[in-house]
């Protein structure tokens, strides 16, 4: 009984929560972390991939050397290859010196590649070789570097319906499938909620100086009913920004977002008048004067996403998976509307 109590426990005091299916979680970082086998960590944004993912680094024989995180997502393609597998002066405009990779500072230790999902077809290709002969050459060289470098890769989407679609291939699947960890989302393990809000709290107040250490059973409640699309980080961003927020010692119902509260959510700018949106339609030559065609709202809507996502890509300096999070979408839907709206550029 004694061994059971201590498998169930969080291997590492980041992760917190004690329910079934966070237990499952914990037994399988601790028994793959012994290895030097390759992880899949598959779960939706914000579930703590990164963190299950240090775990096992923390937990193994190579928990001396480094914990390398690369986010796959927020890269182009020529600066994600050149991140992982570093330049020399000269491959490319702006390479002014040599260059070490990720994959070269991980040597010894993990590389954490999150949203592996991402990477194109060609960097998949050395990703591949990396994984199968443990080599490459950087960008611009034809030197050939070997690392010792374990790889524990996240995606939040799921990778066979990738190899299916055709966007991921299938032998690099199988290459960084060895064990998977289903990272559950935190509407399946609602019972942690308090526990995880009583952390939240200790650390924010903490960070912010601030003394707000009791919460409402109302509010409570409010989280504990609501859907959680964000998971654990949007819980995290909620419970610092009511921290902040806060006059007196406790959160309350009215520190929470409206959304929590099953309230409708303020959107970004003025709500559309559609007859003056129209007449300015019109007046573009985007839509004809006189009787509204049927796709009139089609239309409508299309012109008011790609505003509304060239604003936000502006405002997040074109890093992808910073205005996905914004808009609400996960990386892949932006990539998608990007191109449909011919905003790749």
Request: glycine letters at 6%; hydrophobic letters at 40%; a negative charge.
């Amino acid at each position: 009984m004694e061994f059971a109590s201590e498998a169930s426990r969080p291997p590492t005091p980041e992760l917190i929560g004690s329910a079934p299916a966070m237990q499952e979680v914990y037994r399988l970082v601790r028994q793959v972390a012994r290895s030097n086998a390759s992880v899949l960590l598959l779960g939706e944004t914000g579930t703590g991939k990164e963190l299950i993912a240090n775990a096992i680094h923390r937990l193994s024989p190579r928990a001396s050397g480094p914990f390398i995180r690369v986010n796959c997502g927020a890269l182009a393609e020529n600066l994600l290859e050149s991140e992982l597998f570093g330049h020399v002066r000269g491959a490319f405009t702006g390479a002014v010196d040599n260059r070490i990779g990720r994959f070269e500072a991980a040597h010894t230790g993990t590389i954490f590649l999150d949203e592996v999902n991402s990477t194109t077809p060609k960097l998949q290709v050395k990703l591949l070789r990396v994984l199968q002969e443990h080599e490459f050459e950087r960008v611009g060289d034809t030197q050939t570097i070997r690392v010792d470098t374990r790889v524990i890769a996240a995606s939040n989407c799921d990778l066979v319906d990738e190899v299916a679609a055709g966007r991921f291939r299938e032998d690099l699947y199988y290459r960084l499938n060895v064990v998977t960890v289903f990272v559950p989302a935190l509407r399946d393990h609602r019972e942690d909620i308090p526990e995880l809000v009583a952390h939240f709290m200790r650390v924010y107040n903490e960070q912010n100086d601030r003394h707000v250490p009791h919460i409402t059973p109302e509010a409570m409640r409010a989280l504990e009913h609501y859907g959680w699309p964000g998971n654990v980080r949007e819980l995290q961003n909620y419970i610092e920004r009511a921290i902040v927020l806060a006059v007196g010692d406790e959160i309350s119902c009215d520190l929470l977002p409206e959304n929590v509260l099953g309230r409708q959510t303020p959107r970004i700018g003025r709500a559309v008048d559609l007859e003056a949106f129209t007449t300015a339609l019109v007046q573009q030559g985007i839509a004809e004067s006189g009787p509204l065609p049927e796709n009139l709202h089609t239309r409508i809507v299309n012109r008011v996403e790609r505003e509304l996502i060239t604003q936000v890509m502006n405002r997040c300096e074109n890093v992808q998976i910073k205005a996905a999070a914004m808009l609400g979408m996960n990386r892949n839907t932006l990539h998608k509307k990007l191109k449909q709206h011919g905003l790749e550029k």
